[in-house]
């Protein structure tokens, strides 16, 4: 079985509360309720053999309806999800993007479960701007390391 991969883009903007960061809050009713570990890097699937960077900037394109953000990327490198998804994220500042105006694309499930009711739901329903210390206890916990890539490599600017 090929590997699963995605790709995405992390804004990122120095503000008076320090380093934010912009993440997504996964759609759908299994993330309705939940906060904590409910939020990810804007990313996507992608082919094994497919350029990752083009993936991530269609994947953006994609989940909010934007053009992905321009401006000198910072290569966080790839973590791996407990699903076993490998996961590649670049990051690059983008101070004005605004998620307010972010319109998902939408996936179809089941739903409720065994009802034969298929609903549609967006990918992501909702985006924000927060401090890395807070996005940090919201991100998906594989991909936390990639906060800590950034900081390091703003600190080694």
């Given at each position: 079985?090929?590997r699963?991969?995605?790709?995405?883009?992390?804004p990122?903007?120095?503000?008076?509360?320090?380093?934010?960061?912009?993440?997504?809050h996964?759609?759908?009713?299994?993330?309705?309720?939940?906060?904590?570990?409910?939020?990810?890097?804007?990313?996507?699937e992608?082919?094994?053999?497919?350029?990752?960077?083009?993936?991530?900037?269609?994947?953006?394109?994609?989940?909010?309806?934007?053009?992905?953000?321009?401006?000198?990327?910072?290569?966080?490198?790839?973590?791996?999800?407990?699903?076993?998804?490998?996961?590649?994220?670049?990051?690059?500042?983008a101070?004005?993007?605004?998620?307010?105006?972010?319109?998902?694309?939408?996936?179809?499930?089941?739903?409720?479960?065994?009802?034969?009711?298929?609903?549609?739901?967006?990918?992501?329903?909702?985006?924000?701007?927060?401090?890395?210390?807070e996005?940090?206890?919201?991100?998906?916990v594989?991909?936390?390391?990639?906060?800590?890539?950034?900081?390091?490599?703003l600190?080694?600017?």
């Amino acid at each position: 079985m090929p590997r699963r991969a995605s790709a995405g883009l992390l804004p990122f903007r120095l503000s008076e509360l320090g380093l934010e960061v912009l993440i997504a809050h996964m759609g759908g009713p299994f993330w309705a309720r939940k906060d904590e570990g409910a939020w990810s890097v804007i990313k996507g699937e992608h082919e094994v053999g497919d350029d990752p960077l083009e993936a991530a900037r269609r994947e953006w394109t994609e989940e909010t309806g934007t053009a992905p953000p321009e401006g000198e990327l910072v290569a966080l490198g790839e973590v791996r999800q407990k699903s076993g998804k490998r996961v590649t994220a670049w990051a690059v500042e983008a101070p004005g993007l605004d998620p307010a105006g972010f319109v998902s694309n939408t996936f179809e499930m089941e739903w409720p479960p065994r009802s034969g009711r298929m609903q549609q739901f967006p990918e992501i329903d909702r985006a924000a701007w927060m401090p890395v210390e807070e996005a940090a206890g919201r991100l998906v916990v594989a991909q936390r390391p990639l906060l800590e890539v950034l900081a390091a490599s703003l600190h080694a600017r």
